[in-house]
């Protein structure tokens, strides 16, 4: 049911077609009752190497627990792993983004590393008798094509080194009671659970290196209510952000969700890695968008992160610990996000210009003179190739590094944006400002900049793959960045490579397409290597918006340090002590170690340039020049 203003709708029960390629029917969930109740724990890393022990409540096994809060909980668990914050120095120091931590590795914060036990195969025997209970055959899958898609995907760089790392079943829930109950079977068994709703994940965020259960999401695709007066809509974990666009359009609501990834992200994965957009410019990233979420705990607990207000000041922000943390801390399973006005009207445009420097330039100016772009986007030469020979649009553009802008607001306010871009534009010798002709065309054009990545992989050689992956720069650093990069794809060997940015907050995508060899694939990596660590010496973060995954834990220990991590993962076995929750993703403990030694020996922000390859042209013969 959907409520808009107090009126009750009926939305459709119709089945849903999940990335498996089949329809799931939605299954009525069973009546069960389900109290919410403070996460609680002993405030201490438990043992997980033993075997599954008994729960005060129902048939449940596991840690004994008590009755405290979700944040006395936290706060306990912080205080009984000896964090001294009075103590702790900053990993990072502003004068200089090369510096290491200024202590002696683990004095600051006294923690220690396990490696937890997980149940297998026998477990999950032991355990299916019980989902069955829950959810019937029909939503329980073991077929080995499900479990590879739910593994890994076809662009995900992280799939080169975790193929093979898929989950022992597919669950299918319906509700909230529904993914408590299966939670705590899973707790109870000792077995991994790890969450799945759009599965376009770029690094490996949804793997199963350690086996467990897989959470799609995919039934709990319900707008649950939406109130335009308060400007904000409650949701499902698999409502689709285009979907939720399109419904509130075709409701003669004049709202819309302003943070636009990839066409098929579902919100659930959206607060998972914290995304943003080509809309970040101006409405910011996912995580400004949340209002509150419902999250099931590690132990089936579900708690609600906070009331609707869109302020508050009441206790810790939980929403910004669960947006971003890839699931390794709950499962959300409701998201009430704020809507935004829809804009009057929107215009798009395109500017070509003849260096990535000038284009990054422009699009600082602009934003400095306080113009209220909608969107400003990059793509370098290559990326206008691929656009040219992709089909997305009915007429050719200049091969050069290009502006995408889109102005939005009143007829006269867009005007007078496009005045001051133009003006802007023509001092750093931008060539020429196209305008799309009709709103047919600007779809076109911008869908061209959305699709980037799927035009780049089709038009790679046969059999060819894809390795991407995103960082984020000061702005000011950001054509530094892309220049250095373009450089070492047109020395790699790889068949070809473009640069995509969000200009607007300094996030660049690499995109590399390579030939199926192992040199090639080596030299994909070395690039993609190479443009994170140049972005973490230029006071960058390894992730602008795709998340840690499993393919950047080594350099997220790299950016933060091994005390910071240190702290999350003090934070993760304070909620989740045995590490059941999307585990082998944000951190492990070989990187911890392996990071830390680097910290003492100085090479925790190495850079490894690309070797030069003498008499070699890059393979991409038919691309243009780089620019």
């Known amino acids: 049911m959907l409520r808009i203003g107090g009126t009750r709708l009926k939305t459709s029960a119709l089945g849903t077609k999940t990335n498996l390629g ?51 909980v936290l706060l306990s668990a912080l205080v009984a792993s000896g964090l001294t914050f009075a103590g702790t120095k900053y990993y990072l120091d502003n004068n200089n983004t090369n510096t290491t931590s200024n202590n002696p590795a683990g004095q600051s914060i006294n923690h220690t590393w396990t490696t937890p036990k997980y149940g297998g195969l026998a477990e999950f025997q032991q355990a299916y008798p019980e989902l069955l209970e829950i959810l019937g055959q029909d939503r329980v899958s073991t077929d080995k094509e499900d479990l590879e898609r739910h593994g890994f995907n076809e662009w995900t760089p992280a799939t080169i080194a975790v193929s093979g790392s898929t989950p022992i079943a597919i669950v299918y829930p319906t509700s909230t009671e529904e993914v408590s109950r299966i939670a705590k079977i899973c707790h109870k068994y000792r077995l991994p659970m790890i969450g799945f709703s759009g599965g376009s994940s770029i690094e490996g965020n949804f793997s199963a290196p350690r ?24 949701v499902q974990p698999a409502v689709g952000w285009v979907e939720l666009n399109r419904w509130l359009k075709s409701h003669d609501i004049n709202l819309f969700f302003g943070v636009d990834p990839a066409p098929i992200a579902k919100i659930g994965g959206m607060v998972s890695t914290s995304c943003s957009g080509t809309n970040c410019v101006k409405y910011g990233p996912m995580r400004d968008h949340v209002v509150n979420m419902t999250v099931v705990l590690a132990d ?37 996000i704020k809507l935004q006005v829809a804009p009057e009207n929107t215009k798009v445009a395109i500017c070509p210009f003849p260096s990535v420097k000038n284009a990054t330039d422009t699009a600082i100016q602009i934003i400095r003179a306080g113009v209220p772009l909608h969107c400003v986007e990059l793509m370098d030469d290559v990326q206008m190739w691929a656009v040219n020979n992709s089909g997305y649009t009915s007429r050719k553009w200049s091969e050069e590094p290009t502006l995408f802008f889109k102005f939005s607001g009143t007829e006269r306010g867009i005007q007078e944006q496009i005045e001051k871009a133009q003006e802007i534009a023509k001092k750093n010798d931008g060539t020429k400002f196209e305008f799309a002709r009709d709103e047919k065309e600007g779809e076109q054009l911008w869908s061209a900049r959305k699709e980037a990545l799927w035009s780049s992989m089709a038009l790679g050689p046969k059999n060819g793959k894809v390795y991407t992956t995103d960082v984020a720069v000061p702005m000011s650093k950001l054509a530094e960045l892309i220049l250095a990069t373009k450089e070492d794809i047109k020395n790699s060997g790889v068949a070809y490579g473009s640069a995509i940015g969000h200009v607007g907050d300094g996030n660049f995508h690499a995109t590399l397409i390579y030939n199926d060899t192992p040199e090639e694939e080596a030299a994909a990596k070395q690039v993609a290597k190479n443009v994170v660590y140049r972005g973490l010496q230029l006071d960058g973060t390894c992730s602008g918006e795709h998340g840690v995954g499993i393919s950047k834990i080594d350099y ?49 922000r190495e850079y490894y340039p690309f070797p030069p390859k003498d008499n070699e042209t890059n393979a991409a013969t038919s691309t243009p020049e780089t620019k």
């Open 22 to 72: 089949r329809f799931v029917r939605p299954v009525a969930a069973a009546s069960t009752t389900v109290t919410t109740r403070g996460f609680s724990c002993t405030g201490r890393a438990l043992d997980a190497q033993g075997s599954p022990e008994t729960q005060n409540s129902g048939s449940s096994k596991g840690p004994s627990r008590g009755s405290s809060s979700s944040v006395a």
């Open 211 to 234: 086996g467990g259960i897989c959470f799609d999401f995919n039934l709990m695709n319900k707008i649950i209510e939406v109130r335009p007066d308060d400007m904000d809509a409650t």
């Open 556 to 604: 997220l220990v790299s950016e933060l340090g091994p005390d910071t991590i240190d702290l999350m993962h003090t934070i993760k076995l304070a909620l989740d002590p045995y590490e059941l929750l999307n585990p082998g993703k944000l951190f492990t403990k070989e990187a911890i170690e392996t990071g830390r030694q680097r910290v003492l020996d100085g090479t925790s």
């Open 300 to 336: 089936g607990s579900i708690i609600k992160t906070r009331q609707r207000p869109r302020k508050s000041s009441a206790g810790y922000n939980l929403n910004h610990l669960f947006c971003g943390s890839e699931g390794t801390l709950g499962l959300i399973t409701e998201i009430t």
